[in-house]
């Protein structure tokens, strides 16, 4: 998971998702570490999450996409590489047009992409973006996203 956030301000997202909102575990992402099942992992201030082609996660400091680090799109792409048709990319309220290049490669490696209904969402630039591609898959209001991703990983 990414988060737009300055390079000064630490993230909070961990205790905001973590029991009783969700029976997942939530953590930053450390370099070279091995994605276990049921675990969500949180982009840490100003490094980009990736997927490594071995499927270990990778920290990287490249350049701001969309003037943003952490960004969706090196993600979103990484994660297409590495897991093809299994990726799921879920785009959600977000001010500018990230996650709009990296749903094209989930969509060229056959993944599914979801993104939050703008009428729903704080930001509405991200969801108006990835729906402007014409390749998203579902168009759902925030409650509806979880339900539907579990619905999807059952297939898998």
Not at 1 to 29: F, Y
Not at 33 to 46: F, K, M, Q
Not at 61 to 90: L, Q, W
Not at 96 to 124: L, M, Y
């Amino acid at each position: 998971m990414v988060q737009h956030l300055r390079r000064s301000r630490e993230t909070r997202i961990v205790s905001v998702l973590s029991p009783p909102r969700t029976d997942l575990r939530i953590k930053l992402a450390e370099d070279g570490e091995d994605p276990d099942l049921g675990t969500v992992y949180i982009a840490p201030p100003d490094r980009h999450l990736c997927v490594g082609t071995s499927r270990t996660l990778a920290l990287t400091e490249e350049e701001p996409v969309n003037h943003a680090r952490p960004a969706a799109d090196p993600m979103f792409e990484s994660a297409a590489k590495a897991y093809g048709s299994r990726t799921i990319a879920c785009v959600l309220t977000g001010a500018d047009g990230d996650g709009s290049r990296g749903i094209t490669a989930v969509k060229k490696h056959g993944g599914t992409v979801i993104v939050q209904n703008p009428a729903t969402a704080e930001f509405r630039g991200m969801p108006r973006s990835a729906i402007n591609t014409g390749l998203v898959d579902l168009v759902l209001p925030l409650e509806d996203i979880a339900p539907a991703i579990a619905r999807l990983v059952g297939r898998c």
